[in-house]
């Protein structure tokens, strides 16, 4: 008995000491990053763009795997389910953090199945016309909707989101009532909606539209923010056609719960690094997409803090008879 308990005590050491090892030579093989919207959208545009230079830091190959469903669920579930081992992270956004949770939509889907790695951008959301679309102005588009309640169609990506939320609000404090058409999936859909002439009118980030507002093809009305967009300039501020409603997406990097934390900030080196290179720089200068850093030390708070608030007033929404959960 004393032998066999030796036994088992030498081999939990060597374990132990094989699992240190692993960890101190970290990473040893490809590392999967979670992206849980359609390809071609704005968040998939952040994500592999960072990703791809954070690979050169990071001493490993990172692909990039698309999982949509579930308002990004789907995803962000299989990033809970992963081994805690640094192999498998997602990308989380407003819906991952807000949306999903407050909706109660999985039993399973808990945030603390999560270890936060950084904030690495912010992005407010803004109205988007076609470009022949007769609206100059956000005060036209108001208009227009007072004059034909329920008729001018408006495009969000998902009903219960972010972007329904802000379309909501906007009907309440302008007195007025849209279309609204929902367009699952990320940008991508809106995109060809707007193409199509299916809708003249999004709802969405800058930096979502931002090849088509490159091309003429789109025009931003107003962007939900205080803070005139250093890529598209000409774009009015909510805070300068006299709007209170302010609210936008963001990414935040996430592990599974119980990942280390020597992996976890081998990780957040290397996004860090990249964030901070001139070529994911210069490239943010041009798509309308603005970095927005906030490491593992503080983006729990954070997070904690701003779906907190937000709860807060979708509650009131649901109260007042405005948003359903």
């Known amino acids: 008995m004393h032998r066999k308990f030796l036994t088992l005590l030498v081999a939990g050491a060597m374990g132990a000491l094989m699992s240190s090892a692993a960890l101190a030579d970290y990473p040893q093989r490809d590392i999967r990053v979670i992206v849980p919207w359609g390809a071609g959208g704005g968040t998939d545009a952040i994500v592999r763009k960072l990703t791809t230079i954070a690979e050169k830091n990071i001493g490993a190959s990172m692909y990039v795997e698309n999982i949509e469903g579930g308002i990004s669920a789907t995803g962000i579930s299989q990033v809970m389910q992963a081994r805690p081992d640094g192999y498998t992270i997602g990308a989380l956004t407003y819906d991952s ?7 109660g939509m999985l039993p399973t889907y808990k945030m603390d199945q999560l270890k936060l790695i950084a904030r690495v951008t912010s992005e407010p959301d803004a109205i988007i016309v076609d470009a022949a679309s007769p609206y100059k102005t956000i005060g036209d588009l108001v ?3 007072k004059a034909n309640p329920g008729k001018v169609k408006i495009g969000i990506q998902n009903i219960g989101s972010r972007l329904h939320l802000a379309i909501l609000q906007l009907q309440d404090e302008t007195d007025t009532q849209f279309k609204i058409i929902a367009y699952p999936g990320g940008a ?3 995109k060809e909606a707007i ?5 003249a009118v999004v709802a969405t980030s800058l930096g ?3 090849p088509l507002l490159e091309n003429g093809d789109v025009r931003g009305l107003v962007e939900f923010t205080d803070v005139t967009n250093p890529t598209f300039t000409t774009v009015p501020t909510a805070k300068d056609e006299g709007l209170k409603l302010r609210i936008g997406s963001f990414v935040v990097l996430a592990a599974p719960a119980g990942t280390p934390d020597d992996v976890i900030a081998t990780i957040e080196s290397a996004y860090k690094k990249a964030l901070e290179s001139e070529e994911f720089q210069t490239w943010t200068s041009k798509v309308g997409v603005t970095p927005s850093w906030l490491g593992s030390g503080e983006v729990t708070q954070w997070a904690d803090e701003t779906s907190k608030t937000l709860f807060q007033q979708m509650d009131a929404l649901v109260e007042q008879g ?4």
């Open 188 to 190: 991508a859909p809106q």
């Open 322 to 325: 405005v948003l359903k959960k």
């Open 208 to 210: 979502d539209f931002a």
């Open 97 to 103: 953090v807000v949306t999903v949770p407050w909706q």
């Open 143 to 145: 208009a227009d909707a």
């Open 195 to 199: 193409l199509s002439n299916e809708v």
